[in-house]
């Protein structure tokens, strides 16, 4: 008789033990699902970072390149007039006659 009477609570407990199990096991997949999709969304960020990085370096490259452009372009500029300048100042001293004017 008492194997009787304990034998509907070791049943509700092993059912209690089986639904914790279930419970804990949909639990680890759902886990395992949403961490496979953080690794493919953690993939898909590092590759974006990457090219964005790359993006980044060309940009400079080319910041780089007209920069240096520009200085030259300046130069030329600075020495073309200093040319002309000098090429006015020394025409100015053959064209000036003081007895013509």
Same mark, same amino acid.
């Given at each position: ?25 949909? %639990? ?39 920069? %240096? ?16 300048? %000098? ?11 003081? %007895?013509?004017?």
């Amino acid at each position: 008789l008492s194997s009787l009477k304990s034998a509907p609570k070791f049943d509700t407990t092993s059912q209690s033990l089986e639904l914790m199990l279930t419970s804990a096991r949909d %639990e680890l997949d759902l886990m395992t699902k949403q961490l496979d999709s953080l690794k493919g969304e953690l993939d898909a960020s590092t590759k974006e970072r990457a090219r964005k990085e790359n993006e980044l370096d060309e940009v400079k490259e080319k910041f780089v390149k007209l920069r %240096e452009a520009l200085q030259a372009e300046r130069e030329r500029g600075n020495i073309a007039e200093e040319r002309a300048m %000098e090429a006015e100042r020394l025409a100015g001293k053959g064209s000036f006659n003081p %007895e013509l004017s």
